[in-house]
């Protein structure tokens, strides 16, 4: 098993410019969650899918959004890039909720 | 408003002694807790967690305590490896719910 898988790893985008975060996993999880890490901060949740076709928002959705169209895959979509959503972000799966299953090796992104 | 937080930013402990992290967290109905590690360029991985109904949960040379009336936990790890080296999260959750709240870490070195 892959686990939890991110693309890019890293990303350097202008202000304005859109782009989508890739995740995969390959343990049949129906949960899966993204979070950002700013520096010197903890994860905080940003969008979370409960199954395939199903999404919710969590602490800081603003600037994002999210689709769940199969169980494998939940990309994050920035739509007009700012500075304030240069962080690294994490995607997570779970077989419940929570986010006790695996974690993707994240995608460190900045917006200059 | 950080709900969870580590006030200790970085340890450093001897190989073979005990390594004490701290955790303290604001909001009462968070009923469940974990400890998450971290290496550089990797996500978390679930290290070891408790629920409110217990005051200790040990695996391997990992013990989470949790003391509810002070709204305090703390992980051990007997004895410190090097390997042991690294970035740990405290979370919190309230049962039911799909978010964890993360503490900002705190950064442990165990020396050889």
């Known amino acids: 098993n892959a686990g939890v898988t991110q693309t890019p790893k890293f990303r350097i985008l202008k202000i304005g410019q859109s782009m989508t975060l890739q995740c995969t996993q390959d343990?049949?999880?129906?949960?899966m969650y993204w979070y950002r890490q700013d520096p010197g901060m903890g994860l905080k949740l940003i969008y979370y899918?409960?199954?395939?076709?199903?999404?919710d928002k969590g602490e800081v959705p603003n600037g994002y959004n999210v689709s769940r169209s199969t169980t494998e895959d939940f990309p994050l979509r920035l739509e007009l890039a700012a500075p304030s959503q240069t962080s690294v972000y994490f995607c997570?799966?779970?077989?419940?909720?929570?986010?006790?299953?695996?974690f993707g090796p994240g995608t460190r992104l900045t917006v200059l | 408003d950080q709900q969870v937080k580590q006030n200790s930013p970085s340890l450093s402990v001897q190989e073979g002694r005990i390594s004490i992290l701290n955790c303290d967290y604001t909001?009462?109905?968070?009923?469940?807790f974990l400890w998450y590690k971290k290496y550089p360029a990797e996500g978390p991985t679930f290290l070891i967690s408790?629920?409110?109904?217990?005051d200790k949960n040990e695996d391997g040379r990992f013990t989470v305590f949790l003391n509810k009336s002070a709204k305090h936990l703390s992980l051990h790890i007997v004895p410190s490896q090097p390997g042991d080296s690294a970035v740990y999260f405290c979370?919190?959750?309230?049962?039911?719910?799909?978010?964890?709240?993360f503490g900002t870490g705190t950064r442990l070195t165990v020396i050889p």
């Open positions: 343990m049949n999880h129906n949960y």
């Open positions: 997570a799966s779970s077989y419940s909720r929570g986010g006790l299953g695996g």
């Open positions: 899918s409960v199954g395939a076709g199903i999404t």
């Open positions: 408790i629920s409110s109904i217990k």
């Open positions: 909001n009462s109905m968070f009923d469940y």
């Open positions: 979370a919190a959750s309230v049962s039911g719910a799909n978010n964890l709240f």
